[in-house]
């Protein structure tokens, strides 16, 4: 469900704003935790399967065959 609109930027922005404007953060910090989070959130959701490295969502259901034409991954690998 909300899996498919994950958007890296929008994501990434928010985070850096709420550093910035509740916890008072510097800009330079901000966005260093912003990239860090970031970075995790993308790898929780790309297959590890060498052959597929597709973000969870080109599975059916986020964890079983790869829909990219010509991917042979048969399951999302964590
Ligand atoms: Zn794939
Ligand atoms: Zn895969």
Avoid: W
Wanted: overall charge positive; charged content about 30%.
């Amino acid at each position: 469900m909300l899996e498919k609109q994950f958007n890296p930027n929008f994501v990434y922005n928010g985070i850096v704003h709420f550093y910035m404007d509740k916890k008072g953060y510097s800009k330079k910090k901000a966005n260093e935790i912003a990239q860090a989070i970031v970075q995790r959130e993308i790898q929780r959701r790309v297959c590890k399967n060498e052959l597929c490295k597709h973000f969870s969502y080109d599975h059916i259901r986020n964890n079983e065959i790869c829909l990219i034409v010509d991917c042979k991954c048969r399951e999302f690998t964590k």
